[in-house]
């Protein structure tokens, strides 16, 4: 659009600079018919001198809201005034301000409207204003008060390029949904045993086991007859029994593998979703709940109950994103420290869409590093399958998609997996979140 009005503002120039040469031409050959071009430059000239003026130009973009779920629209009205000048203004609001940011790109689309507009100012003052309609598409948090707005003379004797921003900010959250009729399949049960396997809090003085040393544990645990004897050299610490509440802990994979699909609709996307939708279940009856990434990343939320821990894996999950060349090393000492107290339930979503995936979860979950795995809990494997959203991509909406669901090659990788990891397979473009969750819940349940 900026370029457009430069190409105006050339065929001005050209315009002006006619006149101008034949009125040198009227002069050196004394021809009076001539003279009329002269008076015509001077005249433009003279226009174009006294509408040279700085412009004051003020613009502002107001959201409806600043928190939304994904898949909602918002609609921003755009203020523009403009004292001064004369000549044409180009305005950019958002999202087309943010053309440069993939993020923006792909999370945002304009449903109703134009987000960039064209106005003619002319001798008097100009006020606009013009409303747009935006859909929010992928989660996260994104900037929103950024305003461009370029001013070019008619004459193309001034041109400005500025920017405002409003430090408007908008929170998109992934949708989840709330299952209220599921109790008898996800309520813990009555006759469970007080003491269960997976707790967080205060030791009790109730021995378990004799275990390896994990960075964290107090020094008045260590067994230093246990070292001593040990054939290995490791150091050991007596393991003693937590009060407290079940925890299930989250580990959502950021490779390569969980973008495939659309910009906004991809495993991690779906994957999003379900973790929210699980977390709001498990806190309602009780459980303690936490968040980490593979590999670790620096997002972490500690187990723990209450909603207002929906709150933080809320905001945890909107700075995840994937990682385009992620490298697979280990967990999260931290992790391996609750692991190893609490023996909480590990749920890993991601997507094993080929060797990479599952060589990545191996090396993150083994304890051990050679041909035999020994993982260090057990966990819950869910495989967001993007082949149906894939299919969908290619065909659009003319041929409706399959449900691919788990197939024979899926099934020889999860042989692959380490032992105590239980696979389920999950197709978003056939099977919603609300079933899914109802489903994953008593196998969660059973593994506690």
Not at 205 to 216: H, L, S, T
Not at 337 to 346: F, G, M
């Amino acid at each position: 659009m900026t370029g457009m009005v430069r190409e105006i503002a050339k065929s001005y120039y050209l315009l002006l600079a006619m006149p101008m040469f034949l009125a040198v031409m009227a002069a050196l050959a004394t021809a009076r018919e001539l003279l009329m071009a002269a008076v015509l430059s001077v005249l433009l000239v003279a226009f174009a001198l006294l509408t040279d003026t700085r412009p004051t130009i003020a613009v502002s973009a107001e959201p409806s809201k600043e928190h939304l779920f994904a898949g909602d629209d918002v609609d921003v009205v755009v203020r523009i005034r403009v004292r001064g000048g004369f000549g044409l203004i180009t305005v950019a609001a958002p999202p087309a301000s943010y053309a440069s940011s993939r993020r923006h790109r792909e999370a945002f689309e304009v449903v109703e409207g134009r987000a960039s507009r064209v106005i003619f100012k002319g001798f008097r003052e100009v006020y606009r204003e013009y409303r747009i309609r935006v859909r929010a598409l992928k989660r996260g948090e994104y900037e929103f008060g950024r305003l461009r707005f370029a001013y070019h003379h008619l004459f193309g004797l001034r041109i400005m390029e500025d920017e405002v921003d409003e430090g408007t900010r908008l929170v998109v959250v992934p949708r989840y949904r709330v299952i209220s009729r599921s109790a008898g399949a996800i309520k813990p049960s009555t006759v469970t045993p007080r003491v269960t396997p997976n707790r967080l809090g205060p030791r009790s003085a109730d021995f378990v086991d004799i275990r390896e040393y994990v960075p964290g544990d107090p020094f008045k645990f260590i067994n230093w007859k246990a070292t001593a004897r040990s054939t290995e050299g490791k150091l050991l610490v007596n393991d003693y029994e937590r009060e407290g509440l079940r925890s299930v802990v989250f580990l959502m994979d950021t490779g390569p593998w969980m973008r495939l699909g659309y910009p906004h609709e991809n495993p991690l996307e779906h994957g999003a979703s379900l973790v929210l939708s699980l977390t709001k279940v498990l806190l309602r009856y009780g459980y303690n709940v936490g968040l980490w990434t593979l590999p670790p990343s620096g997002i972490r939320v500690i187990p723990s109950s209450g909603q207002t821990q929906l709150y933080r894996i809320t905001r945890a999950i909107l700075g995840i994103d994937y990682v385009a060349e992620p490298t697979y090393e280990s967990m999260d000492p931290v992790l391996l420290r609750i692991i190893a107290e609490t023996r909480p339930v590990l749920v890993i979503i991601t997507n094993l869409a080929g060797r990479g995936a599952v060589e990545g979860v191996r090396r993150s979950l083994c304890a051990d590093r050679g041909n035999e795995c020994r993982f260090p809990g057990r966990a819950l494997l869910v495989d967001v399958v993007h082949d149906t959203i894939a299919v969908r991509e290619r065909l659009g909406d003319y041929v409706p998609a399959p449900c691919m669901g788990r197939t024979g090659y899926r099934a020889r990788l999860y042989e692959k997996l380490p032992r105590g990891v239980m696979a389920v397979t999950w197709d978003p473009g056939c099977e919603g979140v609300g079933t899914a969750v109802a489903r994953l819940m008593p196998r969660m349940r059973w593994l506690a």
